[in-house]
């Protein structure tokens, strides 16, 4: 059986990479970089699609989604994410299906998120650009057929910007004998890179019957909790410093939909997925710039 042809946008990128390394074996993608092919040049973009014959654009490229220090004071994510998004909309008569990662962000992350639904979109609209974007292209699916939109929420994993997010961050400093540093306790519904994959696995194969889906565990768990179970699990006895004492807005949503539309998927158990993680930087660690923890 031929295999389905995915182009994939991002593929440089935390997520990206994952989905090739795990998923190369049963899709064919594509999935050059941002040398190779401008996303924000609507005619690069057409003739990529058209002289592929592309059957499904899964869009996982983005910028200014993170605290990167490099995205301070951006005002043109807004712009260069749309640019993007619609240069592949532009595109639509080569190419069956897209499936879009969006974010949890949608939903405005100035709002306390407890178990938010996919019913509970566009009741409060977020302000910042890489939000504003998401919510921009969420909109538009609402009034098409052929796009699946998946709004992700704390997804972690290997590959991610281990300088800037907190899991990583978090192992690394426990392996190089430093304390672990929370900015500010938080409740997060985080949700392991493999399972995400696995995901998007499955509405790859089979188009579902919703646009919209939230991507989580389900569940919360808390930043100090996570900072605790990676002491437990490297075996060492350091610091957990804690610079704000209250705690921030929750971020957590609800999975019901996704539930009902592929069942029961199998989640990783936290513990597995921080050993998967520790084991994964104590092999790379010496090619890490760990120059940034003190």
Sequence with gaps: MQKIKVFLTGGGGFIGRN???????????LSPSSNELDLTNADSVLNFIKENNVDIVL???????????KWAGVDWALEKNLQMFFNLIRSKDYFKRMI??????????RQNLVGIKEEDFDKS????????????????????DFITHLRLFGVYGKYEDYKIRFISEAICRAI?????????????????????????????????TNNFFNVGRGTTIDLLSIANKVLSLTGKNLPIIVENPTLN????????????????????????SLVDMITYYQSVLVKLDTSFIS
Excluded: W
Excluded at 59 to 69: D, F, S, T, Y
Excluded at 126 to 142: E, L, R
């Design 19 to 29: 989905i090739l390394e795990l998923l190369n074996d049963k899709y064919f993608f």
């Design 59 to 69: 869009h996982a490229a983005n910028v200014g989604g993170n605290r990167n220090p």
């Design 100 to 109: 879009v990662l969006g974010s949890g962000a949608e939903y405005d992350k």
């Design 125 to 144: 609209m977020p302000v910042d650009q890489y939000g504003f974007a998401k919510y921009i292209m969420s909109k538009y699916a609402q009034n098409v």
């Design 176 to 208: 190089l004998n430093k304390p672990i540093v929370i900015k500010q306790n938080v409740n997060f519904d985080y949700i392991y890179i493999n399972d995400v994959v696995e995901v998007i696995d499955g509405f790859i194969s089979n188009k579902p």
């Design 249 to 272: 807005k929750e971020y957590s949503c609800n999975v019901d939909r996704l539930s009902e539309e592929i069942g029961e998927y199998p989640i990783t158990g936290f513990d597995q």
